[in-house]
């Protein structure tokens, strides 16, 4: 007897194309979670504000209200190597520094491979953005030579020269014996004796420093390394000097100071010393060519000032060099 029994599947199951595609789509929601718990603080702010200008210049030539281009892949799909072009020299136009734009055009591709990693974005419209370029090196310099604004905002396009001398003067006049005074030394002996950054100070805690030793420990947010450093002699005075004086039970060296008012103690004290409009970083920057100019090597220099590949470490000691030491010519 043959049995002509059809086996019946209820249409409420799900079919392996339809789990499939919730699955990609689970993936796409959590790729920019993923991306974004792998980021720094300061980082996922950056990108979400250069993120925010790109929907504000969409805005403000076009008229759309584009997505959430920080959360949502999806706002990604209709963006094209045209728009991001158009975004880059919409910049240009009205005055911002070229490092900046460089940063968000960097920030845009990287989501953009996001959202192509998700299917969202065709593989050749991909290619295409990745072919939009930021200025660098000789173009950079003609087309802020050919522009009437070169920079808008608070970011230096350049760091400051600081000399060698010009850091004494500035130590000097953050010297003192009030604790606000002492609390500066420390400070300005951080940041051009060692070349923290000014994140990587403010996060420094009192239990870092150990005064016997003569060493402090600090950790590199932007590079995620924790360093040890021998203190320079002006440093561990001045960590001698300060410590004691703190309340028992505080926590963090520079307690009570956000980032930002660090930076604008860095600025006044500049201006006391007669460096206008100096940042922390153009301490960090004149350490590391100090650095180079008594012989640092690449490699030494890359490791004391936590930075993830040689290229920036090398550019102080390019730069510290005499262009014709090399030069041999005949007794005349």
């Known amino acids: 007897m043959t049995d002509d029994t059809t086996l019946i599947v209820p249409s409420t199951l799900p079919t392996f194309d339809l789990v499939a595609a919730i699955a990609d789509q689970a993936a796409t929601r ?5 991306y974004h718990e792998g980021l720094a603080a300061e ?6 504000a250069d993120l925010a200008l790109f929907a504000s210049f969409l ?6 209200e584009a997505g959430d281009f920080f959360t949502d892949l999806s706002a990604w799909q209709p963006v094209t190597y045209g728009l991001l072009d158009a975004w880059k020299r919409w910049q240009l136009a009205q005055g911002y520094a070229l490092g900046s734009v460089n940063v968000r055009l960097a920030t845009a591709k990287a989501y953009c491979k996001l959202a192509h990693d998700a ?4 593989t050749e419209a991909y290619v295409r953005i990745q072919g939009v370029k930021g200025y660098k090196g000789k173009q950079a310099h003609h087309v802020d030579e050919k522009r009437e604004v070169t920079r808008i905002g608070s970011k230096k396009e350049r760091w400051l020269s600081v000399s060698p001398a010009h850091a004494g003067l500035l130590k000097r006049e953050a010297g003192g014996d009030s604790p606000l005074a002492t609390r500066d030394l420390l400070l300005v002996c951080l940041l051009v004796d060692h070349g923290l950054r000014i994140g990587e100070a403010a996060s420094l805690c009192i239990a870092d420093i150990d005064l016997d030793t003569g060493q402090f420990t600090f950790y590199r947010q932007k590079v995620h390394k924790t360093q040890t450093h021998d ?3 002006d440093t561990l005075r001045a960590a001698m000097r300060y410590l004691p004086g703190l309340p028992a039970g505080q926590m963090l060296l520079f307690d009570g100071i956000s980032t930002r008012q660090l930076r604008a103690r860095i600025q006044l004290l500049g201006k006391r010393a007669g460096i206008e409009h100096l940042a922390p970083h153009d301490l960090r920057h004149a350490w590391a060519t100090d650095a180079a100019r008594n012989g640092t090597d690449l490699k030494a220099l890359q490791d004391a000032g936590g930075w993830a590949s040689p290229a920036m470490p090398l550019q102080y000691i390019e730069s510290a060099k005499i262009a014709n030491a090399g030069v041999k010519l005949s007794r005349r």
């Open 119 to 122: 299917g969202l974005l065709s």
């Open 231 to 233: 203190m320079e002699p």
């Open 59 to 64: 805005h403000a030539t076009t008229g759309i």
């Open 43 to 48: 980082t996922l702010r950056r990108q979400q």
């Open 30 to 34: 959590h790729a920019l979670t993923t």
